[in-house]
Nanobody, 127 residues
């Protein structure tokens, strides 16, 4: 059974940092591209980042609004992908989801590209 579980969310002050984890079970992340999305109340799902096969920077992608603050990485030995979020802002408040798609399809900014999703983890940035 393919399962993704996010963790690491919580309450953080503006300017703070959080590291989210996306742990996989039932399959190996080695052969999957992993995307992070977020959804704030009343808004659609927004693409945050994606990492393709391999662990080098060349396989990581971000929208321009996330570059420089967010870093995605993967540890295939732990079957886990991470999202390091720095200099957090109140507008980063959302439920964050990770999603997986087979390696032959690669990364995409579109949510419907990914067939497998976790349940999400809440991130709240507030003083």
């Amino acid at each position: 059974q393919v399962q993704l579980v996010e963790s690491g969310g919580g309450l953080v002050q503006p300017g703070g940092s959080l590291r989210l984890s996306c742990a996989a079970s039932g399959f190996s992340l080695d052969y999957y591209a992993i995307g992070w999305f977020r959804q704030a109340p009343g808004k659609g799902r927004e693409w945050v980042s994606c990492i393709g096969i391999g662990s080098g920077d060349g396989s990581a992608y971000y929208p321009d609004s996330m570059k420089g603050r967010f870093t995605i990485s993967r540890d295939n030995a732990k079957n886990t992908v991470y999202l390091q979020m720095n200099r957090l802002k109140p507008e980063d408040t959302a439920v964050y989801y990770c999603a997986a798609v087979g390696w032959n399809r690669g990364c995409s900014a579109y949510a419907n590209h990914y067939p497998y999703w976790g349940q999400g983890t809440q991130v709240t940035v507030s003083s």
